[in-house]
């Protein structure tokens, strides 16, 4: 089991960026895909983007493309979502998630996690 504690959300407006990083401890963080979910409230959690276990592919939810970016440092045990052009509607809780099993392209379904973080809080004012 892998464990997974956020940091950097926070207040911002409209237009600003945020930093989430996620640092992993416990199994192979390296050999696991990693993902960013969020959930706004009275909303499902849903994927915003994952990146494959060496860092070589990345993917994202349409809504974010062009404005995120998602990142890993295998040697730091850290994966990072940079969140520019940020919108009222980017408002959740955010999450960071690792991936059931070893080797795979990307986590884009809770069916596809194995550990969750607590989550971090990120709000977009207008």
């Known amino acids: 089991q892998v464990q997974l504690v956020e940091s950097g959300g926070g207040l911002v407006q409209a237009g600003g960026s945020l930093r989430l990083s996620c640092a992993a401890s416990?199994?192979?963080?390296?050999?696991?895909?990693m993902g960013w979910f969020r959930q706004a409230p009275g909303k499902e959690r849903e994927f915003v983007s994952t990146?494959?276990?060496?860092?070589?592919?990345?993917y994202y939810e349409d809504s974010v493309k062009g404005r995120f970016t998602i990142s890993r440092d295998n040697a730091k045990n850290t994966v990072s979502l940079q969140m520019n052009s940020l919108k009222p509607e980017d408002t959740a809780v955010y999450y960071c998630a690792a991936a059931r099993s070893m080797f795979g392209s990307r986590a884009t379904t809770p069916k596809d996690i194995g550990s969750w973080g607590q989550g971090t809080q990120v709000t977009v004012s207008s």
């Open positions: 416990g199994r192979t963080f390296r050999n696991y895909a």
């Open positions: 990146i494959d276990w060496s860092g070589g592919a990345t």
